[in-house]
């Protein structure tokens, strides 16, 4: 079915690509303010996922930087522009791989800072969101919150919209990027000890309810006394997981994705007797609720 007949305000990105994607959730343990070794693992598990084939390779939160900065002066510190030197040499490297790639880092635009991914593939600088939803933990009690629309990212490899982290519990972010016509929502993650039901409930749930496939990567390890849990894990359009990583080992998940059942939106079990359309079937004009401020 042709994106031009749902029935929503959304205008969808075009979709050129269709058939099987290999992704990989890199779980790393980055750490605190080693921004140079933090990039020299990001870059060589990059082209570790790229030889084993990944075509799009989906990094943690702040996996440039670390997350439990003290104050936003010390965060600025090892915060980049974007373009900056470290993304340079990201672009440079997804170049000479051929691949797709998701990374979070610390942005710095003026006074401001955020809390940004990066969408870098083969040919430069795709695009770039800052986080919008900040939860009050680590370097998220400093950051600006992000101020840029939503937009799913055409690729050679599929139509891509990121996410960070505690996004999630706001299923109006995943639901505006499948209504532009995301196929993949990439999430990159820095969760503590007990955000469990972070990765169990909540990311197979707005894959099922948006039909679409998420790539969640997050990160192990310790900083500052805060713990994180791992976990990462690729989800498909059902909400079932194709690909878990474990609570403490820095690894890499891998699984083959079918683009075109995150672009069948309607399903027939019984024709005519038992069909469902997820976006044709929604109530937009009984949604206004939603968004009335609470404060």
């Known amino acids: 079915m042709s994106r031009n007949c749902y029935k929503h305000k959304f205008k969808p990105v075009e979709q050129a690509f269709g058939g099987i994607v290999k992704v990989a959730a890199v779980q790393t343990n980055p750490l605190l303010m080693e921004k140079d070794v933090n990039l020299r693992g990001i870059l060589d598990r990059l082209d570790q996922s790229a030889k084993n084939g990944a075509q799009l390779v989906v990094f943690p ?10 104050s936003k ?22 170049g000479e791989l051929s691949v797709y790639t998701v990374i979070g880092l610390l942005e710095k635009d003026g006074d401001e800072l955020y809390n940004t991914n990066v969408l870098v593939g083969p040919d430069g600088l795709i695009g770039m969101y800052r986080k919008t939803h900040v939860i009050y933990l680590g370097v998220d009690r400093f950051v600006t919150k992000g101020n840029l629309p939503y937009k799913v990212y055409p690729t050679k490899i599929g139509c891509i919209g990121l996410t ?8 109006e972010i995943s639901r505006i990027l499948a209504l ?27 894959a099922l309810e ?6 969640a990567a997050d990160r192990v390890g310790e900083e500052r006394s805060n713990r994180f849990i791992g976990r990462s894990i690729i989800v498909d359009v059902g909400g079932k997981p194709l690909a878990e990583a474990s609570g403490d080992n820095v690894e890499i998940i891998y699984a083959d994705i079918d ?10 079990i019984k024709p005519g007797e ?10 937009p004009e009984l949604y206004q609720g939603i968004t009335i401020p609470t404060v």
């Open 61 to 70: 939160e702040c996996a440039l930087t670390g997350y439990c900065f003290n």
């Open 73 to 94: 002066e010390e965060a600025m510190e090892y915060a980049e522009t974007i373009p900056g030197p470290s993304v340079d040499k990201i672009v440079a490297a997804a």
């Open 164 to 171: 960070i982290c505690y996004d999630m519990r706001f299923p």
């Open 180 to 206: 532009q016509g995301a196929d993949i929502i990439a999430n990159s993650t820095s969760l503590p000890v007990g955000a469990d039901s972070h990765q169990s409930l909540l990311i197979p749930t707005r």
């Open 210 to 215: 948006n039909r679409v496939y998420v790539v």
């Open 259 to 268: 683009l075109s059942k995150a672009r069948a939106k309607k399903s027939v």
């Open 274 to 283: 038992y069909e469902m359309d997820i976006f044709g079937d929604r109530r």
